[in-house]
């Protein structure tokens, strides 16, 4: 029983193009996240929506576009992919608010720009 | 703000030694403490965490962390290190009505026969 999925696992697409990743969690948590990490292996925060209302906006391209149709899903949209968007993409989620802070994550979409 | 330094960037042990990784938290408030192991190609896997109440937690694998008030400390251990443990490792914070968790920049752990 995966706990919180992401698909696709990998991603190569070229300089210019739209693409989407998709999150779904069943732990039936509240609050969840997406976040870029480098090449360095740095982790940072890019959105984060509670019962579908963003709570969380980091100074992100708003070539990026978060969706969430509903709080099991949380997808990520991006436009005219640039080089510098190669990266890996995790997905988390978390309980109740104010009830517990650790965040559980998905296996990671590793995205190429070519 | 806060932020979560690990002075180690790579630490090399040998297989069955004992293990420590340094994290040294700054945040006024009293900080909610994680560490979270990354296999390669895999996600971030919870491996224990530091609320309040007994300063040493015990965490899943083996591992144990000792929260360090005085010393802003948050240090992981385990007593011996198995091959399976090579790994990024990752210490996290965050407190009370805080919706972000603050990651450190991960320290690399190898292990040697």
């Known amino acids: 029983d995966t706990a919180v999925s992401q698909t696709p696992k990998y991603l190569v697409t070229q300089m210019g193009n739209d693409k989407s990743i998709k999150c779904e969690q069943n732990l039936g948590h509240d609050t969840m996240y997406w976040y870029k990490q480098d090449s360095k292996k740095f982790l940072k925060i890019m959105f984060s929506?509670?019962?579908?209302?963003?709570?969380i906006n980091e100074t992100v391209p708003n070539r990026f576009s978060p969706k969430s149709p509903d709080k099991a899903h949380l997808n990520l949209h991006i436009n005219s992919l640039e080089l510098g968007d190669s990266a890996v993409y995790f997905c988390a989620s978390r309980g109740g608010r104010g009830l517990t802070y650790e965040q559980y994550f998905g296996p990671g979409t590793r995205l190429t720009v070519t | 703000a806060q932020s979560v330094t690990q002075p180690d960037i790579h630490i090399t042990v040998s297989e069955g030694a004992s293990l420590e990784l340094r994290c040294n938290y700054s945040?006024?408030?009293?900080?909610?403490l994680f560490w979270y192991v990354q296999s390669p190609g895999q996600g971030l896997q919870l491996l224990l965490k530091y609320f309040s109440g007994d300063t040493l937690v015990q965490g899943i694998k083996g591992f144990e962390a000792e929260f360090k008030r005085s010393q802003s400390s948050f240090n992981l251990r385990k007593p011996s290190v198995h091959w399976s443990d090579a790994a990024e490792y990752f210490c996290?914070?965050?407190?009370?009505?805080?919706?972000?968790?603050?990651f450190g920049t991960g320290t690399r752990l190898t292990i040697i026969p």
């Open positions: 945040y006024g408030a009293t900080p909610y």
């Open positions: 929506y509670n019962n579908k209302e963003l709570i």
């Open positions: 996290a914070v965050t407190n009370f009505g805080n919706e972000k968790l603050t």
